[in-house]
């Protein structure tokens, strides 16, 4: 069965870094897009970033563009998302998720990690 | 930046129809998909490609699209689907979006 598995959330002071990691398994890791989404605390979902099955193709939504970076590794069936300069409002639940179209439709999610930016 | 927009709250009686609308500019070139989420629990998708129902997902959801509007349509509310739903679509360069999410209300 498909599985995802993110860890690599903590606590960091603003201005730190933190790299977030997403174990997947149980499908074709190479044959689909990935995803990070988060939903900060009481709040709304909020995509971050995306990376092609391939990884010739990424984006990420305007707050944490210069900031964060996605990558993969389609030989250990891994999804990664470092970042960087982090801020007070970046603290969130962070999921990674399957994209099972290039325009969305994430099929399959991670359970979170918790990202908390404070001093 | 592209923004989708759903009402922030729908309240319906059991048995009811409730109806969820999201808006954006984008909406008739790119496909829509609609998620519900539970308290602690991540999201499950229930629409994908504006009208599809994934397996699994009951009948009573269903999902439209009219020009810039995409609509969730739950027929026969259970007091189960009190959730909070969001649209997800994206604009025209290629990013990703959700909609600002709407709590259903199963009075």
């Known amino acids: 069965q498909v599985q995802l598995v993110e860890s690599g959330g903590g606590l960091v002071k603003p201005g730190g870094s933190l790299r977030l990691s997403c174990a997947a398994s149980g499908f074709t890791f190479s044959d689909y897009y990935m995803t990070w989404i988060r939903q900060a605390p009481g709040k709304g979902l909020e995509w971050v970033s995306y990376?092609?099955?391939?990884?010739?193709?990424?984006f990420y939504t305007d707050s944490v563009k210069g900031r964060f970076s996605i990558s993969r590794d389609n030989a250990k069936n891994s999804l990664f998302l470092e970042m960087n300069s982090l801020r007070a409002e970046d603290t969130a639940v962070y999921y990674c998720?399957?994209?099972?179209?290039?325009?969305?439709?994430?099929?399959?999610w991670g359970q979170g990690t918790l990202v908390t930016v404070s001093s | 930046s592209y923004e989708l927009t759903q009402p922030p709250s729908v309240s319906v009686s059991p048995g009811q129809t409730a109806r969820i609308t999201c808006s954006g500019d984008?909406?008739?070139?790119?496909?829509s998909y609609w998620y519900q989420q539970k308290p602690g629990k991540a999201p499950v998708v229930v629409i994908f490609?504006?009208?599809e129902r994934p397996s699994g997902i009951p009948e009573r959801f269903s999902g439209s699209s009219s020009g810039t509007t995409v609509t969730l349509t739950i027929s026969g509310v259970q007091a189960e689907d009190e959730a909070d739903y969001y649209c997800?679509?994206?604009?025209?360069?290629?990013?990703?979006?959700f909609g600002g999410g709407t709590k259903l209300t199963v009075l």
């Open positions: 490609k504006d009208t």
């Open positions: 998720a399957r994209a099972h179209s290039s325009s969305g439709d994430f099929d399959y």
């Open positions: 984008a909406l008739p070139k790119q496909y």
């Open positions: 990376i092609s099955d391939s990884g010739t193709t990424i």
């Open positions: 997800q679509s994206s604009d025209m360069i290629g990013a990703w979006v």
